[in-house]
């Protein structure tokens, strides 16, 4: 098999080379999956395949791909992935978003004020990062645009909130796939843990999204504009024309969408609230809480995150149902229209998903074992306490150039486990959040990701500007994240690693928020 063992490494090389030439990254995994099945069909050892022609390897492939969507746990992530899809449209298309910006204008007094305000409703909403994304802008543009906030200031906001968040809590979209993508392959290396414990064990050393967010809170505090979204915030200033700006999101976008202004702000947070709370009251029941006198926290490690996602997104929709259709704010036809249009906004994820999990299997020590391969290379020369820098790096370019962190996660975190494993199975968990890491730091970057897109969109933002605004911030915290690897990696201690990044950050910040004060004067 050592002949195996070297075309193994070629699928994941083609997925990236085709996702950086094609920018697709749907078409780049599936040439690979075709690519590594004939590498497998090729080399497989006697007795492994039934046949080795074109037909019988595509029927193959055919049915590991059903084999790995077709899992209950998978297929529930798709089921909660849709139902979600479908609630947005709805909260969207009711004017929901709408209501609810008209309420918060009158609480907010300043410009400070009002990007604390995006930051903290970017927080609120992290049940999922594309929700995140459309919601927050849909509410906030009227009110930065009050306050002179750029719409490239806002859509940093934005960004540099929702995939965090969203990745860092244990009630949201990111959770199940998380888990669907480690804890298998955790398994395969003998470490048998609870999918929630793996989850959150990974997210203590998921450095990049902790101090992205700490950045959003001290460019706000400080006022820390710098490159070419300082040129826009002083122009607007200035001038009172946001060069920015793309398109006006109440007028455009919302009409486009077919809004209906009969939606409330309260039928928004009691929609969202029942969501977040359901889950959570599911994740205490599948976890022991109620029937085996399990403690909260036992329960949390315990629970099945993918029934009670997919639970809780039903009782939402019941809810939902209820407030619009039920108080006949919303018309039923209306209602189940956009549901429709919301579950097909879904699909291109639930195809990355399914075709991620295949190229995972096909991956997977079973078949093609990329990781040991990649293993045994690494293993010979570089250190246990560099792996985590290292994966952050490797996976920042995966999704860099691929425009999409779940793609990357679907390359990377079984991956980094076999690499992990072979080398010095202690650091996992600092590897499994240095991997989740650098996907969404390479998302950050990268024109091509869905979340960067969907944050122009969202704030009426030019998709350039954003990108050009945002980068800096990003590399910035990129670079410090990679030093904070390095930390934990020879230290073993996540504080220790954290209070230096966070003090370079916020010295860093406070310098350049004075520089530019005394720059006005």
């Not at 709370?277 to 629970?303: P, S, W």
């Not at 229209?337 to 299997?361: C, D, H, Q, R, Y």
């Not at 290379?377 to 792996?387: E, I, N, Q, R």
């Not at 390359?411 to 494993?421: D, F, R, Y």
Request: glycine share 10%; with cysteine; hydrophobic share 55%.
């Amino acid at each position: 098999m050592e002949t195996l063992t070297w075309l193994s490494v070629l699928p994941p090389i083609l997925v990236v080379i085709l996702a950086v030439s094609t920018r697709n990254i749907i078409f780049s995994l599936l040439m690979g999956i075709v690519f590594g099945l004939g590498i497998y069909g090729a080399v497989a050892p006697p007795g492994a395949l039934e046949g080795r022609n074109v037909l019988d390897m595509t029927i193959y492939g055919l049915k590991m791909m059903v084999s790995a969507a077709g899992t209950p746990k998978n297929l529930l992530l798709i089921f909660f992935l849709v139902m979600l899809g479908g609630l947005i449209a709805i909260l969207t298309a009711a004017g929901c978003a709408n209501s609810f910006s008209a309420s918060a204008v009158r609480m907010i007094r300043g410009k400070r004020s009002a990007e604390g305000f995006t930051f903290l409703l970017g927080c609120v909403i992290f049940v999922d990062d594309y929700f995140n994304a459309i919601t927050v802008g849909n509410v906030m543009v009227p009110i930065t645009d009050k306050f002179k906030i750029s719409r490239a200031k806002l859509a940093y906001l934005i960004d540099s909130t929702s995939a965090p968040v969203t990745i860092l809590m244990p009630v949201s979209s990111w959770v199940a796939t998380v888990i669907s993508l480690s804890v298998p392959e955790l398994a395969r290396y003998g470490i048998e843990v609870p999918g929630m414990q793996a989850f959150l064990s990974a997210t203590v050393f998921n450095a990049y999204a902790w101090l992205t967010l700490l950045m959003v809170v001290a460019v706000i505090v400080f006022r820390a504009d710098i490159g070419p979204m300082k040129r826009y915030e002083d122009d607007y200033a200035r001038t009172g024309v946001d060069t920015s700006i793309f398109v006006d999101i109440n007028e455009s976008v919302i009409d486009d969408m077919g809004v209906r202004q009969k939606g409330t702000a309260a039928d928004m947070l009691i929609t969202i609230i029942s969501l977040v709370a359901a889950t959570f009251m599911v994740m205490l029941y599948t976890g022991g809480f109620f029937t085996e006198g399990r403690g909260i926290q036992d329960a949390l490690m315990y629970c099945d995150p993918d029934s009670s996602l997919a639970s809780a997104v039903l009782i939402a929709l019941v809810i939902c149902f209820a407030l619009l259709v039920g108080r006949r704010k919303m018309s039923f036809s209306r209602f189940n229209e956009a549901f429709i249009n919301g579950v097909k906004s879904m699909v291109t994820s639930v195809i990355i998903l399914v075709l991620s999990w295949s190229f995972s299997e096909l991956l997977g020590s079973s078949m093609l074992g990329t990781g040991a391969c990649i293993a045994a290379a690494l293993g010979g020369w570089l250190p246990g306490w560099a792996l985590p820098a290292a994966i952050f790096v490797i996976s920042a370019l995966i999704s860099f150039s691929t425009g999409s962190s779940w793609g990357a996660m679907g390359i990377m975190l079984p991956t980094s486990i076999a690499v992990c494993a072979a080398v010095d199975p202690s650091y996992m968990y600092m590897v499994l959040g240095a991997g989740l890491s650098g996907c969404v730091f390479g998302d950050h970057c990268s024109p091509l990701a869905d979340t960067t897109v969907l944050s122009s969109a969202g704030a009426g933002c030019k998709h350039l500007a954003h990108v050009t605004t945002q980068l800096p911030y990003a590399a910035i915290t990129g670079v410090i994240s990679i030093a904070a690897f390095i930390v934990v990696g020879l230290t073993g201690s996540a504080i220790i690693s954290y209070l230096g990044a966070s003090l370079a950050i916020i010295t860093l910040c406070f310098i350049i928020g004075k520089k530019n004060k005394t720059a006005v004067r």
